[in-house]
């Protein structure tokens, strides 16, 4: 399947505060959400839908995603998560002539103001090469 530069690549969850309740449910076997509904580490895609929608993340999974891979690293070795080439260059086309959209919840951080806008294309594509990098070591920091 062919992903169109147009689609937003990312996925957001309505509520970051339970998606990452859920990914750490997966993550330790214990359960974080505490709302009743069992959260086992998903095998089939409409498992992740069932729990996405249980947890109340808001997190709507995009036509395009046809396949589930869970990968569980280990705290003595180095997962290198590799993004997908054709994400990478789509984000890359739509940061062109687009801002760099931050997840709401870094707001907080910054007294309830949002980060400051970049201020030109050789800005957003130098801060997509520190997020991509980052997203490719990033270990539950």
């Known amino acids: 399947m062919d992903i169109d530069p147009t689609e937003p690549v990312d996925m957001i969850p309505v509520n ?12 330790t076997g214990e359960d974080y959400i505490q709302n009743g509904h069992k959260y086992p ?10 729990q996405l929608a249980a947890a109340n993340t ?25 993004p997908p080439p054709d994400l990478v260059k789509a984000s890359e086309a739509r940061l062109s002539t687009e801002e760099y959209a931050m997840p709401a919840f870094y707001n907080d ?14 800005a957003r594509m130098r801060f ?11 270990n539950c920091q």
């Open 41 to 50: 580490v998903p095998e089939t895609l409409d498992e992740v839908k069932r």
């Open 128 to 138: 997509h090469a520190q997020r991509i990098g980052d997203y490719s070591i990033a």
């Open 58 to 82: 808001g997190l709507i999974l995009p036509e395009r995603i046809q396949n589930l891979q869970v990968v569980v690293g280990r705290s003595d070795t180095l997962l290198l998560r590799l």
């Open 16 to 27: 970051y505060e339970n998606w990452g309740k859920l990914v750490k449910t997966w993550a």
């Open 109 to 122: 951080r910054f007294d309830g103001a949002a980060p400051a806008p970049l201020p030109d294309k050789e």
